[in-house]
């Protein structure tokens, strides 16, 4: 927790002790499922929850946006944002079961409201959304293919609406035919060696009705 309010300053109690609450919980499911590895249990807030919690040093949520999370595995980016943007709402969606039976498990013992959770392949998730995130499940060309027709029409954040996607390494032939793409490195905001070659990249997308 301490890593947490190191960076994000002003939590609420309640905003605490749900991110409190994470390591439990990721703790008692992981015995029973395994979603996230050894390793990464034990640095849950590095690994995890503050690599989420980067999108939101890039773009703050406002009241009432809608953000889907693809490919949310056992819940990261969505569940750690949706803790910070309790008025912002997640969709969290992932085609594999399990996954999704671990997230909808944390999301209840939280009690998030602001969480919907569905066990399917994106391209069969209908709606519009401000933002699209994830967290590296697909390289940038079958991701934009997988979210086409999803993006929202109004724009309502400083960033254009798209997709927020948290990904490492050298990007530039994956993004090499998406020049209006921008990259922001975690080390700006982050000075954990962690992060040394973490990224967010937007990627605004243009509404088709």
């Known amino acids: 927790m301490e890593l947490l309010r190191k ?33 990464d249990i034990d640095e849950l807030y590095l690994r995890h929850v503050l690599h989420s919690l980067g999108i939101a040093k890039v ?12 490919g949310t595995g056992g819940g990261f980016p969505g569940i750690p944002l949706a803790i910070l943007f309790p008025e912002t709402n997640f969709h969290l969606v992932d085609s594999i079961g ?5 997230v909808e498990e944390v999301t209840a013992g939280l009690g998030l409201q602001n ?63 998406y020049q209006t793409a921008k990259i922001y490195n975690l080390t ?6 962690f992060f040394e070659t973490k990224k967010v990249v937007h990627l605004p997308l243009k509404y088709k009705g």
């Open 7 to 39: 960076y994000f300053d002003g939590l609420s109690p309640q905003q605490i002790a749900h991110f409190e609450q994470l390591e439990e919980l990721y703790k008692d499911w992981n015995l029973k499922i395994n979603v996230v590895s050894r390793k």
């Open 59 to 70: 773009q703050k949520f406002k009241p009432n946006a809608n953000i889907l999370d693809v």
């Open 98 to 102: 399990k996954k999704m039976k671990v």
């Open 115 to 177: 969480v919907k959770t569905t066990n399917d392949r994106v391209e069969n998730i209908d709606g519009h959304y401000d933002f699209i995130i994830s967290r590296a499940v697909a390289a940038m060309p079958t991701f934009v293919r997988w979210t086409k027709g999803k993006i929202a029409k109004k724009n309502n954040h400083e960033l254009k609406n798209g997709i927020l996607y948290l990904k490492g390494g050298d990007l530039s032939e994956e993004l090499n035919d």
């Open 188 to 193: 700006d905001y982050f000075e954990e060696d």
